[in-house]
């Protein structure tokens, strides 16, 4: 048996702070907004299977036990002592949170007291440029005052920036910084309408927004989605002499792309995430595709976890399970020493995460 120690998750959201019903409660199961079709469910998935065998015993429940039974329960306990007992049990000691999401979410401070864990904030780029732009009145201020506030978000504190759209705007067909007459343009466009409340969807305004975070020093994560991570090698190899790291989140069903981006580009990682938490009992196999790929220092484990403080139980004891049983079938086949064994999964647990962001 390979134990795992205290895990980083290195890309998450914060939890709900309300009760929820079943419905509710279901549709955070699904990755992708929307309701189960007529008839079904979404806990009949690999993550609601994997909630009803993980949480329900932190609850003093027995594991599988129906949904209808854990959500009573959870209704007796409380939405905020129900998320007590859930984050604490699930071996998390750091969380990296996109604050960018709305709704009635924890932030990293509150999530980190909850979690009896530390907390430190991701800066999604897209809604501080939303916000600049509110409080810009000029295309001049408007660029002045992005360039400041990305700067002032890392002198503040912020581990890592996130785009969840620059690798679908444009940043494939031109991963150079765009020109100075360029952004003015893409800047004036975007105001226009931003005063009509559209968001930041400009490719050039977020190609400019990615390269003033990258000289901020800080890691740049990129919302790879279901696309096909290889696409951005170009961006990769562009922005190597900076000094900043990129880490690809997501990606599945594409993670071997971003395994050998990981593995040709030395300031590239891959997030294991949810690829490794929403493929539940095939968890296994999909991290060993990533181990057979990427080297192990740059391969970070995170759960992706959005509202229900389950999805973190589900993402970290998923992954422990999955880390624990291919490392310990190569030890037990000879290929391993059990120290080696030890030392890698400390690093994708947490030591490759403390390096990349500078943690303590």
């Not at 503040?156 to 991963?175: D, K, M, Q, R, T």
């Not at 994560?221 to 000094?243: H, K, N, S, T």
Request: aromatic letters at 6%; glycine letters at 12%.
């Amino acid at each position: 048996m390979i134990d795992t120690p205290s895990l980083v998750d290195q890309y998450c959201h914060g939890v709900l702070r309300t009760e929820l019903g079943l419905g509710s409660f279901e549709t955070h199961l699904a990755p992708a907004a929307g309701l189960p079709a007529a008839g079904t469910t979404f806990f009949d998935t690999q993550t609601g299977f994997a909630v009803r065998r993980w949480c329900p015993p932190l609850l003093g429940l027995e594991p599988h036990c129906p949904p209808a039974r854990y959500l009573a329960r959870r209704r007796e306990l409380g939405a905020a002592e129900s998320g007590r007992r859930l984050l604490r049990a699930s071996g998390i000691g750091a969380y990296l949170v996109d604050t960018g999401l709305p709704g009635d979410l924890t932030g990293p401070a509150e999530l980190a007291a909850t979690g009896a864990a530390a907390a430190h904030e991701i800066v999604r780029l897209e809604l501080l440029a939303q916000q600049v732009a509110d409080t810009s009145g000029t295309v001049e201020a408007l660029l002045a005052n992005l360039a400041e506030a990305v700067h002032g978000a890392a002198a503040a504190g912020a581990v890592a920036f996130l785009s969840v759209a620059a690798a679908h705007g444009g940043l494939v067909a031109a991963p150079e910084p765009p020109w100075p007459g360029e952004v003015r343009g893409a800047a004036g466009r975007w105001l226009a309408r931003r005063r009509a409340g559209e968001a930041l969807d400009d490719p050039v305004l977020l190609r400019h927004l990615l390269w003033i975070a990258l000289g901020t020093g800080r890691p740049l994560q990129l919302y790879v989605g279901e696309r096909d991570p290889g696409a951005l090698a170009a961006f990769a190899e562009a922005g190597g002499g900076l000094g900043a790291d990129l880490v690809l989140l997501h990606g599945y069903p594409h993670h071997r792309q971003a395994a050998r981006l990981a593995a040709h580009f030395p300031h590239v990682y891959a997030d294991l995430g949810p690829v490794v938490a929403r493929t539940g009992a095939r968890a296994a196999g999909v991290l060993a595709e990533f181990l057979e790929l990427a080297p192990f220092g740059k391969l970070l484990f995170s759960s992706g976890a959005r509202g229900l403080p389950e999805l973190h139980v589900v993402a970290a004891s998923v992954f422990r399970g999955a880390l624990a049983r291919v490392l310990g079938d190569w030890v037990g086949d000879g290929a391993w020493s059990r120290a080696d064994a030890r030392r890698v999964a400390a690093m994708l647990a947490a030591d490759n995460a403390r390096r990349v962001y500078g943690l303590e």
